[in-house]
């Protein structure tokens, strides 16, 4: 539905966009993310046609609408989009602002499509009131609704939810998660928060200083990550250093198969949190080193155990074990470690 091929833009003589290449399926929302400045804003820019590309094309239904020679205007697109300010016009009631992008209708039908689109944000008894009288929550809703009232076959969304607070946040972006399956609508969203392309995406497209790092489905890229930096946008990760004898890796935390290394050379053995376990036993583990407790901290619904690596009380090497619900340990206790080498993945220096 959507096509983006070899795009490169440079603003101010510096590159911000490079050959980026990806495509949406109809009906598949598609998450942009990433750091700030790594270029997922400008590249919805781009798709929306309010930047020109320095090379490369955009196709939207196989249609070019983005050339560094010929940019089709935004609003001959037929593409939908919500800021991450809402943009709602202030003098404007909610009704009118849904109404706003139905010119195209007449003005029986555009009545008609308004109410549908107010009953479907559960808005209709607010329609008369004006933006200022809202709460954050229903203001992202009518704006939804007045990107969706045209119908168009594509929706950008820039950020959408970042303004909400945080319970609200979760919310409405299920309400709008929801309606935009509903209506089937091809949708490329915006975000820096990696647990909300997890939640939302059909794939995630994951950005890092204009280069597209790696592109999947949420479990493709959670579960394999390509490179370092995908390992480790998805949340704390522990990294040892590993040195390749043979057909095995030997770290502080343990030996690891090696598949793919040279002998003798030197390596990043990443592993998640929860994927290290503090064992009941101090025999029989994939590991028995000189560890020890360095801090538990509680959060929530699991505990943060900091455990050092060496000789005590100076320990050479620190990492963190994730452990379900409240875990006594005492610091400075020893103790001994499990490694789910399913969360461990292996990196050339």
């Known amino acids: 539905m959507l096509k983006l091929e070899n795009i490169n833009l440079a603003l101010e003589e510096t590159k911000v966009i490079r050959n980026i290449s990806f495509d949406v399926k109809e009906g598949e929302l598609v998450c942009l993310l990433g750091p700030s400045g790594c270029g997922k804003t400008t590249t919805l820019r781009l798709i929306a046609g309010l930047e ?206 090696n598949k793919n290394f040279p002998s003798g050379s030197k390596v990043d053995v990443l592993i998640r949190q929860d994927g290290i376990r503090i064992s009941p036993e101090m025999e029989n583990t994939s590991f028995n080193g000189n560890l020890r407790v360095c801090d538990v901290r509680y959060s929530g619904n699991s505990s943060l155990v900091r455990i050092g690596i060496g000789n005590w009380p100076e320990p050479h090497t620190h990492i963190v074990a994730r452990e379900l619900g409240r875990i006594s340990l005492e610091k400075g206790e020893p103790i001994n470690l499990e490694i789910d080498h399913n969360r461990a993945f292996i990196f050339k220096k």
Do not use: W
Request: hydrophobic share 35%.
């Open 52 to 257: 020109t590309p320095d090379s490369g094309t955009i196709s939207i239904n196989g249609d070019n609408v983005s050339t560094n020679s010929f940019v089709l205007p935004p609003y001959k697109r037929d593409i939908g989009f919500l800021f991450q300010d809402f943009a709602l016009f202030p003098h404007l009631t909610v009704k009118d602002n849904v109404t706003y992008g139905l010119k195209h209708l007449s003005k029986a039908e555009a009545q008609i499509r308004t109410t549908d689109m107010l009953g479907q944000i559960r808005l209709e008894n607010h329609s008369e009131k004006y933006p200022h009288m809202l709460s954050g929550g229903e203001q992202q809703r009518v704006a939804l609704a007045r990107a969706l009232a045209p119908e168009p076959r594509l929706l950008l969304m820039d950020e959408p939810f970042s303004g909400l607070d945080t319970s609200l946040r979760e919310k409405i972006r299920e309400e709008t998660l929801q309606i935009l399956k509903e209506r089937g609508v091809t949708t490329v969203l915006v975000t820096h928060d990696p647990e909300e392309a997890m939640l939302i995406a059909d794939r995630i497209v994951l950005m890092n200083d204009g280069n597209i790092v790696q592109c999947g489905t949420p479990s493709d890229i959670y579960q394999q990550p390509t490179n370092i930096f995908s390992a480790e946008f998805f949340g704390n990760i522990n990294k040892v250093d590993g040195a390749v004898e043979g057909s095995k890796i030997s770290t502080d935390i343990g030996t690891f198969s």
